[in-house]
Each structure stands twice: as C-alpha cells, then as structure tokens.
Nanobody, 114 residues
Framework: VQLQASGGGLVQAGGSLRLSCSAS????????LGWHRQAPGQQRELVGV???????DYADSVKGRFTISRDNVRRTMYLQMNSLKVEDTGTYYC?????????WGQGTLVTVSS
C-alpha cells in the first residue's frame, strides 16, 4: 500500500488549497479513505473521511470549509480547503485501512499565515 499526499504550501488566512492523495497497492474503489493532520507539537487529528459510496464526514473544526472527494479511475483522493485559518497549519496525511492495518502516506505541509 502506498499513499502520497501533495499540494501543500504557504497560503494566507482566508485562502484556499487543494491537496491530492494518489494511492496504489489496494482496491482503491472499495476502501474508505481519510485525511488526518498534525500541527506542530500536537497530536494527529482526523480531518475527515470518505467511504466507497462517496459519503463524507468531517471534524467539526473544518465542517463547511473543507470538502473531500475521490476519483476512483485516477485512484486519487482530494481535500479542498477553503477559508483557511492559521490553526489549519500542519502536516496533512492521507490514510486508509487495508487487511486490518492502518496505512499512512507521506504527508504534505500546509502553512497558513495571518
């Protein structure tokens, strides 16, 4: 299983970014996928998830601002982040569970400046 997040960068508060997660090594179309993030000095937290039916769920802190989507043909998951806040700063990881194991990809850093 390989997961690779990309698209991070530096953005001003109120701005937008779109992260991508490319995946391989498992049946992408039937797996639930998630985004987690970790701010400096803090524990990782769940941002949101999307299941095989494209149903999504989000942490309260990002509801209404972030949108997760997936393209099963491209084996890619996306995280559209709007109205970014300084507290959204952190490394973002895409995740999935395969055969009972949790897999985390290499993260991408998002920095939101005030």
């Amino acid at each position: 299983v390989q997961l690779q997040a990309s698209g991070g960068g530096l953005v001003q508060a109120g701005g937008s970014l779109r992260l991508s997660c490319s995946a391989s090594g498992f049946n992408f179309g039937i797996n639930s996928l998630g985004w987690h993030r970790q701010a400096p000095g803090q524990q990782r937290e769940l941002v949101g998830v999307i299941n095989s039916g494209h149903t999504t769920d989000y942490a309260d802190s990002v509801k209404g601002r972030f949108t997760i989507s997936r393209d099963n043909v491209r084996r890619t998951m996306y995280l559209q982040m709007n109205s970014l806040k300084v507290e959204d700063t952190g490394t973002y990881y895409c995740t999935t569970t395969h055969r009972g194991r949790n897999f985390w990809g290499q993260g991408t850093l998002v920095t939101v400046s005030s």
